[in-house]
T-cell receptor
Framework: DADVTQTPRNRITKTGKRIMLECSQTKGHDRMYWYRQDPGLGLRLIYYSFDVKDINKGEISDGYSVSRQAQAKFSLSLESAIPNQTALYFC??????????FGPGTRLLVL | AQSVTQPDIHITVSEGASLELRCNYSYGATPYLFWYVQSPGQGLQLLLKYFSGDTLVQGIKGFEAEFKRSQSSFNLRKPSVHWSDAAEYFCAVRYPTGGYNKLIFGAGTRLAVHP
């Protein structure tokens, strides 16, 4: 089984809809992250969490919110989706040595 | 501002040829350096990392990278490319910033392999 799983893997939604992307990990790490990937821009950090009670904004948090329900679960929400949020979204965890382990990604299309 | 540059957006090599992917960073001190690979439809997988010590590091899948402080570079190499190496490669750099060690990714280099 994969160490970091994301659901759904693909999602199409309409402008203005609220959606949630979910992430679960079995690595036992405290640190979790949400990134988005756009062609030619690499990965950009949306939010990160060092533990259940510690959540922080990344470089592009506007329009997004997160919830850390447990050590193993970290969800990303788009409160009111807009077309420029169309992207590939990755969840990751990191070990004490700060190597990051990524999920398979969620491809989101906002119409 | 800190940044990571991968100058080559696309590279095409023949199977069996050698490969070098370039990565340059801007930062005053020695950062932690990483190379990740993303195969189609997959997440990112760590190939190798450099924190300190020997500047030539070995990774998985036959890859290696060399840290050159004088050039602020961390180029990825492989002596003989296989068709399965076709993927997108990301260089990443960790910069300490207060309580969070920020990981910044380059824009990626897409590798195509000709038979």
């Amino acid at each position: 089984d994969a160490d970091v799983t994301q659901t759904p893997r693909n999602r199409i939604t309409k402008t203005g809809k609220r959606i949630m992307l979910e992430c679960s990990q079995t690595k036992g790490h405290d640190r979790m992250y949400w990134y988005r990937q756009d062609p030619g821009l690499g990965l950009r950090l949306i939010y990160y969490s060092f533990d259940v009670k510690d959540i922080n904004k990344g470089e592009i948090s506007d329009g997004y919110s997160v919830s850390r329900q447990a050590q193993a679960k970290f969800s990303l929400s788009l409160e009111s989706a807009i077309p420029n949020q169309t992207a590939l979204y990755f969840c990751a965890t990191s070990d004490p040595g700060e190597t990051q382990y990524f999920g398979p990604g969620t491809r989101l299309l906002v119409l | 501002a800190q940044s990571v540059t991968q100058p080559d957006i696309h590279i095409t090599v023949s199977e069996g040829a050698s490969l070098e992917l370039r990565c340059n960073y801007s930062y005053g001190a020695t950062p932690y350096l990483f190379w990740y690979v993303q195969s189609p439809g997959q997440g990112l997988q760590l190939l190798l990392k450099y924190f300190s010590g020997d500047t030539l590091v070995q990774g998985i899948k036959g890859f290696e990278a060399e840290f050159k402080r004088s050039q602020s570079s961390f180029n990825l190499r492989k002596p003989s490319v296989h068709w399965s190496d076709a993927a997108e490669y990301f260089c990443a750099v960790r910069y300490p910033t207060g309580g969070y060690n920020k990981l910044i990714f380059g824009a990626g280099t897409r590798l195509a392999v000709h038979p």
